[in-house]
């Protein structure tokens, strides 16, 4: 992981490194996904990486999709909020916190929401497996936003569309290209895909998002992917800014547990 990483942020083009501001420093956490245990590892590698390092205003942004797919949801955001009360941690909204909010009130949302993922999201609330498989779709409906507390709803509904920090743009999936930031879509931050992953141009800012899976974080010019697949290749990544630097922490699932790697970016 550590060599691939390097290779792919030596051949990160780089006119002018995008900065943050003097005096600040930025954790940016991918795709969740229910991965409570590769999420907890991350946190301590985070806080560990952070008190070894010179003294900075240290803000961790959450780029979306906390919950569906993986097995506990639920004790995911219960350990976001908590990691928000001991420290500065902002939240962004990705289209599957989306999708469950919608799912409060229109059925085929609901069918949908449970398609990709959130079966598994609403199991996590201790919903008994077999009603879960046997109840029609309205009933099993009514069942979920009853077992889901409503502190969950209103800590997602108050999750961010994009934060811009310095030259960085910090967004779920992407932003739509030609289009100015503050003119962006609620939408397209939270589902896009095309155009934005093939543009090679400008956003009015240096991108960080998730939303799209690689096996290891994607570094373009003008953008940095970190979904790795935390419930699909077992691998939850951040990504630390300060200045111009850039270094990534991987909480990794083996055979042997989990294990935790950082990858820092060489000099030029």
Request: aromatic share 8%; glycine share 10%; hydrophobic share 40%.
């Amino acid at each position: 992981m550590l060599a691939k990483i390097r290779n792919l942020l030596g051949r990160a083009p780089s006119a002018r490194l995008p900065q943050l501001p003097i005096g600040q420093r930025i954790y940016a956490i991918g795709d969740i996904h229910g991965r409570l245990d590769l999420f907890e590892r991350l946190i301590e590698a985070i806080e560990r990486d952070d008190a070894q390092r010179n003294s900075a205003h240290s803000l961790v942004i959450l780029l979306g999709d906390l919950i569906d797919r993986g097995p506990d949801s639920a004790g995911v955001l219960a350990r976001a909020r908590q990691w928000a009360r001991e420290r500065d941690v902002e939240f962004i909204q990705g289209n599957h916190e989306e999708m469950l909010l919608v799912s409060r009130d229109k059925l085929d949302a609901f069918r949908s929401f449970l398609k990709f993922g959130g079966r598994e999201t609403i199991l996590s609330y201790g919903m008994d497996p077999q009603f879960v498989m046997d109840a029609e779709l309205d009933e099993l409906q009514r069942a979920a936003m009853e077992a889901i507390p409503q502190d969950d709803f209103d800590f997602i509904d108050g999750f961010q569309k994009m934060i811009r920090v310095g030259d960085y743009v910090f967004v779920h999936a992407g932003v739509r290209p030609e289009t100015p930031l503050e003119n962006q879509l609620g939408h397209d931050c939270r589902w896009i895909r095309e155009p934005f992953l093939s543009h090679n141009g400008e956003f009015g800012g240096f991108v960080i998002h998730g939303h799209t899976i690689t096996q290891e974080p994607e570094i373009r010019g003008n953008r940095v992917g970190i979904d790795t697949g935390a419930y699909m290749h077992g691998r939850l990544t951040a990504i630390g800014l300060q200045g111009s630097e850039r270094w990534f922490i991987q909480a990794c699932e083996s055979e042997g547990g989990i294990t935790v790697q950082v990858a820092a970016e060489a000099p030029a």
